[in-house]
């Protein structure tokens, strides 16, 4: 049986399972039609060794043969998500608004080398969820260090700005439904009822200025004739000072 490992809770959550069930088998029906032929290789070819393919279901424009993300893009679905009607329903369960929709699926013995998706938290206002539709334990996300499998039928978070790695070890394809979600109410409450632990505020707005160097970077900023470059000097001095609002 497929165990999930359950994240530490006093931790800022990198990855969580949410509180959402799918029918593994329908689901099983829909990824199953696609032939070999139509699933795309994914373009980021540097990034795998061995398989790693989409279908996609929503798409800047409903094209049926673009699986790249677009910025600012109407998002539409596909001739390939008219023929599921079970992702249909998986969709439209989601009381948000989805962008990419795609199935992604990783080969026999497939890596994805560890990188980072810039912009894919909650806080950023974008989420990537995976339902997995396909899958084994043998299947195995390592994200900030730690090891863990995403179990059938369920939705997963996982924050993709954190450094992340897939094996799948199985000799089978992994099939994963991928969605990228706009952050709303609802899912800031659904992620709220799977105990979410969100990553602390940066006391100055960027994670690379610390109590260490925040001087420093002031006496630097002061040394620039620039309106914007004095302004951010105060504010960071007023940081530093406690005195900020």
């Known amino acids: 049986m497929e165990r999930a490992i359950v994240p530490a809770q006093h931790i800022?959550?990198?990855?969580?399972?949410?509180?959402?069930?799918?029918?593994?088998?329908?689901?099983?029906?829909?990824?199953?039609?696609?032939?070999?032929?139509?699933?795309?290789?994914?373009?980021?070819?540097?990034?795998?060794?061995?398989?790693?393919?989409?279908?996609?279901?929503?798409?800047?424009?409903?094209?049926?043969?673009?699986i790249m993300p677009v910025d600012g893009a109407a998002y539409a679905g596909t001739a390939q998500l008219a023929r599921c009607p079970c992702l249909r329903e998986v969709l439209a369960s989601f009381a948000c608004e989805i962008r990419a929709a795609r199935l992604m699926a990783l080969a026999p013995g497939a890596i994805i080398r560890a990188h980072r998706d810039a912009g894919t938290s909650l806080a950023d206002g974008l989420i990537r969820i995976h339902i997995p539709i396909h899958t084994s334990p043998q299947v195995l996300f390592t994200i900030d260090g730690e090891t863990v499998h995403f179990t059938a039928g369920h939705a997963w978070y996982m924050d993709a700005s954190c450094l992340h790695a897939v094996h799948n070890r199985g000799t089978t394809p992994r099939i994963h439904l991928v969605l990228d979600c706009v952050t709303n109410a609802w899912l800031?409450?659904?992620?709220?009822?799977?105990?979410?632990?969100?990553?602390?505020?940066?006391?100055?707005?960027?994670p690379g200025i610390h109590d260490g160097n925040v001087r420093a970077v002031i006496a630097q900023l002061r040394l620039s004739p620039s309106p914007a470059s004095l302004a951010l000097a105060r504010e960071l001095a007023a940081l530093a000072d406690g005195s900020a609002p």
């Open 12 to 66: 800022p959550s990198s990855w969580l399972q949410l509180p959402l069930h799918f029918d593994v088998v329908r689901m099983q029906g829909d990824s199953d039609q696609f032939a070999a032929d139509e699933w795309i290789s994914h373009f980021n070819t540097g990034a795998y060794d061995q398989g790693w393919s989409c279908v996609p279901l929503r798409s800047p424009g409903g094209a049926a043969d673009n």
């Open 188 to 206: 800031e409450a659904l992620f709220a009822s799977a105990g979410f632990v969100p990553k602390a505020a940066h006391k100055y707005g960027d």
